[in-house]
C-alpha cells in the first residue's frame, strides 16, 4: 500500500494511486481470501486467520459458490472465500490441474483414476468433466509406463 501526505503534487497522485491498486489485486482473491505462495505453501485467509498449508498436504481443492474448499490428506479441510480461477492461477502447473469446473487436484495425491473419476482414498472421489478430459487424458498419456 502507498499513501499520500498534503500538499500533493499532480505527479505523485497517479504514481500512489497505482502502486497501492497492484498491490492490493496481487494479494487478494474475491472477498478478501489472501492468497500467496511461497516455496511450497500455500497462505490462506480462514475464520479470521491466516492459515499456511503446505502444498504437498493438498489432495484437491473443491468449489463451493462463492467459497472453495481445500481438502488436505489429514486434518479437516480448509474454507476460503476466493474463486477458483485466483487459485489456480497461484499453484504449481505440474503439480496442480483442473479436471471440472469445481475441482483441482493434487496429481502427486492420486491414488486410482477409473472412468475418469479420480480416487484419492477409501471413499473420496470426483469426476473428470468432458471440458478438462482432454487436458487429463494428456496428463496420464504422458505419465503411463507403456
Known amino acids: 500500500m502507498d499513501y499520500l501526505l498534503k500538499p500533493i503534487s499532480y505527479a505523485r497522485f497517479p504514481e500512489g494511486g497505482k502502486q497501492g491498486a497492484e498491490s492490493r489485486r496481487i494479494t487478494r482473491g474475491r472477498g478478501g481470501g489472501i492468497v500467496r505462495t511461497t516455496a511450497g505453501h500455500l497462505f490462506v485467509k ?9 502444498l504437498a498436504d493438498i ?30 492461477a497461484h499453484l504449481p502447473a505440474d503439480r496442480f490441474m483442473r479436471v471440472h469446473r469445481s475441482f483441482i487436484v493434487n496429481l ?3 491414488t486410482v483414476i477409473e472412468r475418469f473419476r479420480i480416487h484419492f482414498g477409501d471413499n473420496e472421489s470426483i469426476p473428470v468433466s468432458d471440458q478438462y478430459k482432454a487436458a487429463f487424458q ?3 498419456d504422458k505419465n503411463m509406463v507403456p
Do not use: D, Q
Open 59 to 88: 489432495a484437491y481443492i473443491e468449489s463451493m459458490h462463492e467459497y472453495i474448499k481445500i481438502h488436505l490428506t489429514a486434518g479437516k479441510p480448509v474454507m476460503t472465500m476466493i474463486s477458483m480461477k485466483s487459485v489456480e
Open 138 to 140: 494428456e496428463y496420464i
Open 108 to 110: 502427486e495425491r492420486i
Open 46 to 54: 480462514s475464520e479470521y486467520k491466516l492459515i499456511r498449508i503446505p
